[in-house]
Every structure is written in C-alpha cells, then in structure tokens.
C-alpha cells in the first residue's frame, strides 16, 4: 500500500465538480456554447433517470416474461406485505419449502429489517412490482452519491476533467453490470446496500463520520454480513488517519475508524447467534463452508492450524478464480491500487470461500454489493492520477468495458420485442393463475407464485404435497425446486389418483382442485418440531461464469 493510498482526502466539502480548486474554467468550456453546457445539477438529474428507468425497465421486462419467480420476488412480496400491515415478514413460500417451523420469519432467514422502508410503497400500490420499482428507486438514489465522490477524488482536477469524471461514473454506476443484473433478478436487500455503502463511503470522505457511522448501522441491517464489510471501513479509516499530519482532524477519524471496526463485526456476530435465531432461524443454516470446517470455530482452529487451506479451497472449482478476475479485470485492476478496495475483502471471500457453487457466478444480485466499492476505489485512483494521460485512459477504457458488458447481461434485450413476450410454457402458467380464486390456498409453480402473493395463499410446489386447494404446476418444463420434469409430471398423476381433478390444462400446464378429504402419499405441514434444510444445488450449477 502507497503512501498516496492512505493519504486523507482534500477538503472538498461544498464543491460541486463543475470547478477546480481555483474555481477557473478551461478556454475550452469558455467557447463552448452554453446549450451544450447543462448545468451539473440537470446532468445529476438525467443521469438518475436514465439509471431508474433501465432498471425499472429491466425488471419490468423480466415481470411481463415470468421470469421472476416465487423464490425470491414472491417470499420478499409476502414479507414487505407483513411489514405493510404492521406485522413481521412471514412468508409462507420460503417457510413451507425449506420445512421452518411456525413463527418463522425472514428476519430469521436473513437479518434485513431495513427492507420494512418498502412498506409504504404497498399502501400506495399492494402489487409484487412495487418492489420492481423500489429498487429501481433505491439504485438511481446512488447516482447523486457516486457523482459526490468523483468530484471529490478529482477536486484537484480542472474543470472539464473534473466534470468528464463525475459524468463517466455516473454513467458507469448507473449503467454498470451488476446492477442491470441485480434487476434482472427481481428485489433484493442489495437494493438498500447500494446506495448506503455509497452514502458511508462519501459522507467518510467529507469527514462528516457522524453520518458515515450513522449509514454503516443501516448497512448493518440490510444483511447481517454487512457488518464485517462496515468494520473493513473502520479499518481504511485507521489506515488513512495514520497519515493525516492535523491532529484535529486525525483523532476524529481514529476514534470513529476504531468504533466501525470493533462495531461492525459485533452487529453482525449477534444478528447471527442472537437475532436470527429468536425469530425462528436454524443456527448454521448457511453455513456453506464446509471444505473449512463443520462451523465457524472449527473452521477458524483448521485455518490457523494449515493457513494452506485457505488457498486450495479457493482453488477447489475454476470459477472462484475466474470471478475475481473478472471483477477485477473488467476495471483494469484500479480498484487494487486503493484501500477502499479491502472494504471488498470480507465480502469476496464469503463467496470463494463458498461451497455453494450459487455464489461462485456473476449471473445473480451478489455482485452488487462490491459494486458501490469497486468503483469508489478505483474513481480514488483515477483521481490521484488525473494528470496522466494512460491512467485517464485505463479510466476511460475500464468504463467501456463495464459499460459494453452490460449488454450482453440485460441492456440489449430491452430493445428486442421478442425478449418482452412469455415463452408458451409461461404464458400457459399466466393464463392458469388468473383461473385461481381470491383468497385460496394453492400450490404455485415458482414462475408463477409472484402472480398470486397478492391476493391468494401461496406456497411452492415442490417435492412435498401440501394439501392445498389448488396446485398450479407444469408436466413437460423442469421448474424449481424439481430436478427433472418427469418428477412434475408424477406428481400430477400422484394427485389425481387421491382427490384432485384438472379444472383446466394447456400447454404443459395443469391447474387440478381438490374435491374431497382424501390424504394425499407423503403430504405434509411443518409443525414445531419441523427440521429446515437446503434444497441439493443442481449438477449444472457452478460451471459458467455468466450463468451460474
């Protein structure tokens, strides 16, 4: 680490980007027209729109085509709901299917109560799009904050370098590829860690740390890692206290630096041993580490006994290795060269350190959470080295890519018709739920539960009969939790043969109704003393980068 990496940041505070720190113009803004000039606050503000409407627009598109399904729009659906009605967030879907007992909630399955600021949205609006929308909300609320930092990495800058920078992370921010992914994937409590890891890393830039520390909380409850994250922060504070020559302004950061790195860790510690747990989690639940340890202290006594094991684990499946990489590579290595980039650290090695070969690929909303990080640390590089023509030029590059890359993963079929149109299998599954009554119990195929949240109580069909009413499911397409179509299609035969009838079938869809009381082979309802599992990740899982 260099001594420019932990140097403290210029006073900046009250600049704007749009001039330098002698307030002077180039001669070359001067003869620029002043049509082609907007004001910065009206590019802050197209940028954000043009952020929130490629997110919205990417969700809604997956919405109209089923792509998202009951895991997980439809369990954080039934959850914002709960908090939209003064309750906790119960979702029946993840319940049933992962056998929790009753009393469970997602605060037991992930500790993010922050996602409870989602509720107004459905007193305006009791529709699972409300969540589309709020996180298209929530990821364009970055824009401001990212377009803040750039002009302070680059206060040392002229004008129009300093207004090209705030401009390009903008538009790398917003149109950046883990957030096009993110969205295509439905909600998430990525929504909220984006724009509150960016909100902590700029208000600890205008050593406003009060604020800094006060967004670090809320980090804190958007997941229960976060905390180690928000700890790492504490540490870069350490760091880059160590060389500020005033005193005034270095026992501020060490005092606050020294609280986020011990608080941090301890709010996630007893979001994981305390809170979870007491509201219906299984301890270990998802641990997914099992090449460490059976546990974390077993884990921790083998690393400190053989630290190789470290290493062989994160070579155990090519993937690990190629996920960095392209993280990495795709910003030219910039992020390396600062210290914000170990703020990063925790967070990757939960995921290549991972057995779960789910979080090994770029295909899901993980990356989102690195993304606010990655790109503040490598804007600080950029902006100590504004005034050398390769490292602009690496900027520029690195933004093309990132930029570019994001076609492939979601930007370019916005503009393909046929990408906005169900597929017969779930357009069959659209014109089944519109058949199921409010208010009734059913057991919904995944692409199809989010269609029924809303007004019906639903659970997955999987593997376990539930005796509901109605079962909406497919015979002749694999859906989740299934491993193979012939076991959906059993199912259907097991049901009609113990009191289900079809009511309606088309295109490999069946929507069957129960008739009478007969119990159904293997049915099934958790109670007290029900066990949670995880469901075996498929073979195909875990052997491409880009889909997981």
Not at 10 to 28: C, L
Not at 215 to 225: I, M, S
Not at 315 to 324: G, I
Not at 433 to 439: E, F, N, T
Request: proline share 7%; charged share 20%; aromatic share 10%.
């Amino acid at each position: 680490m260099s001594r420019h990496d932990v140097a403290p940041y210029p006073d900046t505070e009250g600049t704007t980007g749009t001039e330098n720190a002698k307030g002077t113009a180039s001669a070359e803004d001067a003869a620029r027209p002043t049509a082609l000039r907007l004001p910065y606050r009206a590019r802050t503000v197209a940028f954000t729109l043009l952020c929130f409407a490629v997110c919205l627009a990417i969700g809604a598109q997956q919405w109209t085509t089923l792509q998202l399904g009951g895991f997980d729009l439809g369990i954080f659906d039934q959850g914002v709901r709960g908090y939209a009605h003064f309750g906790l967030p119960v979702s029946s879907l993840k319940s049933h299917h992962h056998e929790f007992p009753p009393g469970f909630s997602l605060l037991g399955d992930h500790f993010s109560p922050v996602i409870a600021l989602m509720a107004p949205l459905y007193w305006l609006w009791d529709d699972p799009r409300s969540l589309l929308l709020g996180q298209a909300l929530c990821f364009a609320a970055g824009v401001p904050l990212i377009r803040r930092i750039a002009d302070r990495c680059f206060a040392g800058a002229d004008r129009r370098t300093a207004r090209r920078a705030a401009d390009l992370a903008a538009l790398v921010y917003g149109l950046g590829w883990p957030l096009l992914v993110a969205s295509r994937g439905g909600f998430h409590e990525v929504a909220f860690a984006v724009p509150l890891t960016l909100l902590m890393l700029e208000r600890g830039m205008a050593r406003q740390y009060w604020a800094s520390a006060l967004a670090g909380l809320l980090l804190c409850c958007t997941k229960e890692d976060m905390g180690l994250a928000v700890g790492a922060y504490g540490l870069v504070l350490l760091l880059r206290a160590r060389r500020e020559p005033d005193a005034d302004r270095r026992r501020p950061a060490v005092r606050w630096g020294l609280g986020l790195l011990l608080g941090g860790p301890l709010a996630s510690a007893v979001a994981i041993a305390k809170l979870i747990p007491a509201m219906g989690g299984a301890p270990g639940y998802y641990w997914n580490y099992e090449g460490l340890g059976e546990d974390g202290g077993s884990a921790v006594a083998n690393v400190l006994t053989d630290p190789t094991l470290l290493v062989s684990t994160f070579f155990d499946a090519p993937l690990k290795p190629l996920l960095l990489l392209w993280l990495f590579g795709t910003l030219f290595l910039l992020p390396l060269r600062s210290a914000t980039v170990l703020i990063a650290v925790p967070l990757l090695a939960e995921r290549v350190l991972s057995s779960n070969p789910n979080h090994w690929s770029i295909a899901r909303h993980y990356d989102a959470f690195l993304w606010p990080i990655l790109l503040v640390a490598a804007l600080e590089v950029l902006g100590r080295h504004h005034d050398r023509v390769l490292t602009w030029r690496l900027g520029v590059a690195a933004a093309a890519v990132t930029v570019a890359a994001a076609l492939p993963l979601g930007a370019a079929n916005l503009f393909v018709p046929a990408y906005w149109q169900p597929k017969v299998s779930e357009a069959a599954l659209q014109r089944g739920a519109a058949l199921v009554p409010d208010g009734a119990s059913v057991e919904a195929d995944n692409q199809a539960a989010p269609r029924l949240t809303a007004r019906a109580d639903v659970v997955l069909v999987d593997e376990t009969p539930r005796g509901r009413e109605y079962v909406l499911i497919r015979a002749d397409k694999r859906s989740f939790p299934f491993k193979t179509d012939r076991e959906q299609a059993a199912r259907i035969e097991l049901l009609l043969a113990h009191g289900y009838r079809t009511v309606w079938s088309e295109d490999g869809v069946f929507l069957l109704h129960r008739e009478g009381d007969e119990p159904v082979p293997g049915e099934h309802v958790p109670g007290p003393d029900a066990v949670p599992y995880q469901e075996e990740v498929p073979s195909d899982v875990g052997h491409n980068l880009f889909r997981g």
